[in-house]
């Protein structure tokens, strides 16, 4: 989510109610997290836009099991748990439209264990500066190497097997944006989708989640 407040819509995650099923959305600018679960309950079509700060305070109280009783009218949503209630004011405002920045699925991917990518990473964040946020991801045929090169402190430089028989890519990332994604996705293996330099990754995992990340431009 955004903390923008010139862009206020952004500032919070949308919810989508449809069929039972929820969908929320959430966006900075820079990426977006999409997720689809099923829900029990008669809604018709709807979406609302839910404060950060209501999000924040509900993922802490959020435990691992039971469930989550949420109503809502024109201005407020209400969760209810077991022993905790939330209430917020809605966002007023239009979503953007999110369906037309996720790309069309592709048939070349890049097939890397999580655990390994997110080790590289790390790694080659060490070297960020404010100045200089990005890293370099070299993406070949069956090996990607993540890199970085800082003149004041030095180089990091990792390669990892994937599995990847598409055209040979430079990008350039935000090592935090791909860090974030990483260390909750509930998977030992990533399919990453990256057709180009200039052009967003994005990770699902079948239809219920989506990931995706825009390219940073390389110092």
Not at 120 to 143: E, H, Y
Request: overall charge negative.
């Amino acid at each position: 989510m955004s903390h923008d407040e010139t862009r206020y819509v952004l500032n919070g995650a949308l919810f989508l109610f449809k069929a039972g099923q929820l969908s929320i959305v959430t966006t900075d600018g820079k990426r977006l997290g999409f997720i689809k679960k099923n829900i029990a309950g008669e809604l018709s079509d709807k979406s609302i836009i839910v404060p950060s700060k209501a999000i924040y305070e509900l993922t802490r109280a959020l435990g691992e099991e039971g469930d989550v009783k949420i109503t809502f009218n024109e201005n407020q949503i209400k969760f209810e748990l077991k022993n905790i209630t939330i209430i917020s004011r809605l966002i007023e405002g239009e979503f953007p439209n999110y369906e037309q920045v996720i790309p069309s699925e592709t048939k070349e991917k890049i097939t890397v264990n999580r655990e390994q990518f997110l080790l590289g990473v790390k790694r080659a964040a060490l070297l960020t500066t404010q100045d200089s946020q990005s890293i370099k991801i070299d993406v070949f045929k069956n090996k990607m190497i993540i890199s970085k090169t800082n003149a004041n402190i030095g180089e990091a430089k990792e390669e990892i097997d994937i599995s990847y028989k598409g055209k040979e890519i430079t990008i350039g990332f935000n090592p935090v944006y791909l860090m974030d994604v990483l260390k909750v996705i509930p998977k030992d293996e990533l399919e990453i989708e990256i057709i180009g330099s200039d052009k967003p990754a994005v990770i699902r995992i079948e239809d219920w989640y989506v990931y995706l990340v825009l390219p940073m431009q390389l110092a």
